[in-house]
């Protein structure tokens, strides 16, 4: 999954370990889902529900709003 590719691309600088994690946020589009703002809300919407849930969460927006139960959590790097 592009959660675990993320995962993987952890890296030292500096002496430091840097945990690399990521939330990812979806909406779908097509030619009734409405204006180019209304897509990049429901996105910007969707990430936010995504980083809410933790790390390695994906939201998926509806139409007209996130659906709280389409947050799922996948399996975080280590």
């Given at each position: 999954s592009i959660?675990?590719?993320i995962g993987g691309l952890d890296f030292t600088w500096d002496g430091r370990l840097h945990v690399i994690g990521?939330?990812?946020?979806?909406a779908a589009i097509?030619?009734?889902?409405g204006e180019v703002d209304e897509i990049i809300a429901r996105?910007?919407?969707?990430c936010y529900?995504?980083?809410?849930?933790?790390?390695?969460c994906v939201s998926v927006a509806s139409d007209a709003r996130i659906v709280e139960g389409?947050?799922?959590p996948l399996a975080a790097a280590s």
């Open positions: 959660i675990d590719a990521a939330s990812i946020g979806l097509n030619a009734n889902c996105a910007d919407a969707a529900a995504a980083k809410a849930a933790g790390r390695g389409r947050t799922e």
